[in-house]
């Protein structure tokens, strides 16, 4: 295509709006940036504007845009084999599978591949139900695992809501969100009840009748909720007391992102089954994964799986993956997300100190949020749950702000987040915030004064 001539940023846009659709929005309401390259930490619009990727777009380009190890990676593969029937075995699907099974926590020790996260979710529940031979899943409100109809009606966020009444024997329970905390109000520590509600609802659901617990292991669109400690162990408790499948949805919180390879490390805790996918390729191409136990995966040896995938194992996303997950490890890339988190959490803070729009600031290595209030006391959302575009208010000035100043983060309701690539350096992540820092003045204009 070397010989047709490059469309104008406006031209992008335009046919992009006239002949496509773009999710979760009012198509009339899309003011999307025209994206035409991107190396590192950076991106560059049509015009040639660059923009600090403060979001690793969708919390996916873990190892930074454009490294040439992983282009070449793609390249190689599909001058060797671009395309293999699932049914077939190929040298890339061997290979990533031996190295994810190193990796991942405990005896989960093998993989079925999926093309993103959601179909990594529907498959994880798919795998529960038939092991167990139940059939209700228990999950979160403030949880998000994906927009098929099955992984939306997982979701316990308003994203579900257009795909109700969904699959049956979904039953939600309360988040460990200490911020606005239904159990523990304004105590001074955290007393676990939440793990005790989860307990109570099992009870009466019928521990016999729950095939899983379904959890993100930190929430990511609905918070960066971490779990107190305590938490994670709880739950795995209680699974195993009733023979319950644990599955920990590790798409956002995967590979580094935390500061370790998987959020469930930092607790030490092994779920029956995990889901990842963004990160496992940094969004190259398209993957998923479904990580299991042995003692899941023993059940298929005799029992037939009933699930598959035109695409279950590409050649092509398998090699991008295993190239991605060499980069992680040669660049030191996990331990990098770990001593940059601890600087994060530090200038988060002094944020929250210099602006009194900051509510609550809430961080796991390269994986944040900063959370916007009206007033500190009430603790009052600078704009309502699940906001119409109409009702964003300062919120929507802050994110025209950040577009402003070159700076691209995820901007949802009274949130912002700060998830950049962990290949990122203390010099370009004290950049970033010091962008946020002064864009800060808008929503602190809109703080009700005592």
């Known amino acids: 295509m070397a010989d047709v001539p490059a469309l104008s940023g406006e031209e992008i846009v335009r046919l992009c709006k006239q002949h496509t659709l773009f999710e979760w929005s009012a198509q009339g309401a899309v003011s999307p940036i025209p994206m035409v390259k991107a190396k590192g930490v950076f991106f560059w619009d049509a015009g040639g ?10 919390m996916c380009t873990n190892i930074g845009h454009g490294d040439e190890r992983v282009i070449a990676a793609i390249k190689a593969q599909a001058d060797t084999l671009t395309y293999a029937s699932p049914y077939m075995a190929t040298e890339a699907r061997a290979r990533l599978g031996q190295k994810l099974a190193e990796l991942a926590p405990g005896d989960l020790n093998k993989a079925f591949f999926t093309l993103g996260g959601a179909e990594a979710n529907e498959n994880a529940l798919k795998i529960a139900r038939l092991v167990t031979g139940r059939q209700k899943v228990v999950v979160r409100y403030r949880s998000y695992h994906g927009g098929t109809a099955g992984a939306a009606t997982l979701t316990g966020d308003p994203r579900r809501w257009a795909a109700e009444p969904g699959i049956p024997g979904v ?22 009840m939440c793990l005790r509600h989860i307990e109570e609802v099992v009870d ?16 990511g669109t609905n918070g960066i909720l971490v779990p107190p400690d305590g938490y994670l162990q709880g739950v795995r408790d209680l699974c195993k007391k009733h023979g319950i499948m644990l599955i920990l949805d590790e798409v956002m919180s995967g590979f580094g992102r935390t500061g370790k390879w998987f959020a469930a490390d930092h607790w030490k805790v092994v779920p029956d089954l995990m889901t990842v996918a963004k990160g496992l390729t940094s969004a190259y191409l398209p993957l998923g994964a479904v990580l299991m136990s042995d003692a899941v995966a023993a059940h298929f040896e005799k029992n037939v799986f009933y699930g598959g995938l035109t695409y279950n194992s590409h050649p092509m996303s398998c090699a991008a993956a295993l190239a991605t997950l060499k980069v992680y490890e040669d660049d030191k890339l996990i331990e990098n997300a770990a001593k940059l988190g601890q600087v994060l959490a530090r200038e988060l803070a002094r944020l929250k100190e210099r602006h009194p729009s900051v509510g609550d600031v809430r961080s796991i290595g390269l994986f944040s949020i900063v959370e916007l209030v009206r007033d500190r006391k009430t603790r009052e959302p600078l704009a309502p749950f699940n906001a119409r575009p109409d009702q964003m208010g300062a919120m929507a ?4 702000r950040f577009r402003e100043d070159g700076l691209h983060t995820f901007v ?15 010099e370009q992540l004290r950049e970033g915030l010091a962008i946020i820092d002064r864009a800060l003045e808008v929503t602190d204009a809109a703080v009700t004064r005592a």
């Open 204 to 219: 009466y659901e019928g521990p016999q009748n729950i095939a899983a617990i379904l959890m993100e292991t930190v929430t």
């Open 171 to 192: 039953v939600r329970v309360l988040d460990p969100y200490q911020y606005r905390c239904s159990f523990c109000g304004d105590k001074p520590s955290c007393t676990l």
């Open 397 to 400: 000035k802050l994110a025209a």
């Open 412 to 426: 949802r309701w009274n949130n912002f987040f700060v998830n950049p690539p962990l290949c990122i350096t203390e």
């Open 49 to 58: 504007k660059r923009y600090l990727d403060f979001n690793s777009q969708l």
